[in-house]
């Protein structure tokens, strides 16, 4: 929440729009708007699931990662991960009620088969980028195919967790989010 100063309290309004995630103008600018960075099944296994695909990093270093990148460029990040298509289109909605910067997603084993996740990108008219950890195209013919990407602004994949910090500045420089 923005900063009072000294022995001010932040008003309701103040502290109702930060929980809801939306921007308030404030001295020096605005408060930082929301990137909602989500992840499909099995990505909770990142670390120990074929790491010769995927590396070593864990779900928890791709948050650090996608944290610092949007810190970078005064944004907030709402990093979620779910096995379930419902959970994460359920999320998707969220980041538009929220007025989310946009959505950063990759929708894993969903890439390929969701006709619900992509309804609900185009529903909400957020811009996303789609990412992968590793390069769909260099593998099996099955994962060449993304319905995400019918939807999505730009698709990142074949930089490891890397494609993560390159998908929140690529949405930064779309909303015309200014840099530390």
């Known amino acids: 929440?923005?900063?009072?100063?000294?022995?001010?309290?932040?008003?309701?309004?103040?502290?109702?729009?930060?929980?809801a995630g939306t921007a308030l103008?404030?001295?020096?600018?605005?408060?930082?708007?929301?990137?909602?960075?989500?992840n499909g099944p099995n990505l909770n296994l990142l670390g120990t699931r074929e790491p010769q695909t995927y590396g070593r990093a864990t779900l928890k270093d791709v948050e650090t990662l996608t944290?610092?990148?949007?810190?970078?460029?005064?944004?907030?990040?709402?990093?979620?991960q779910s096995n379930h298509e419902g959970?994460?289109?359920?999320?998707?909605?969220?980041?538009?009620?929220?007025?989310?910067?946009?959505?950063?997603?990759?929708?894993?084993?969903?890439t390929t088969t969701s006709v619900a996740?992509?309804?609900a990108i185009l529903a909400v008219k957020l811009p996303v980028i789609?990412?992968?950890?590793?390069?769909?195209?260099?593998?099996?013919?099955?994962?060449?195919?993304?319905?995400v990407s019918k939807a999505a602004k730009a698709v990142i994949c074949g930089f490891g967790i890397e494609g993560y910090g390159l998908a929140v500045?690529?949405?930064?420089?779309?909303?015309?989010?200014?840099?530390?």
Not at 1 to 16: I, K, T, W
Not at 87 to 110: F, H, M, S, T
């Open 130 to 147: 789609e990412v992968h950890i590793s390069n769909i195209h260099a593998r099996e013919s099955f994962r060449h195919d993304s319905y």
């Open 25 to 38: 103008p404030l001295r020096g600018g605005f408060m930082a708007k929301i990137v909602f960075v989500l």
């Open 67 to 80: 944290r610092a990148a949007a810190a970078s460029h005064q944004l907030k990040v709402e990093f979620r």
């Open 1 to 19: 929440m923005a900063a009072a100063r000294s022995g001010e309290r932040p008003s309701l309004f103040v502290a109702a729009a930060y929980k």
């Open 87 to 110: 959970e994460l289109v359920d999320w998707i909605q969220e980041a538009a009620a929220k007025k989310a910067v946009g959505i950063v997603i990759n929708p894993a084993g969903y």
């Open 117 to 119: 996740i992509l309804d």
């Open 169 to 180: 500045a690529g949405l930064a420089a779309l909303a015309g989010a200014g840099s530390k």
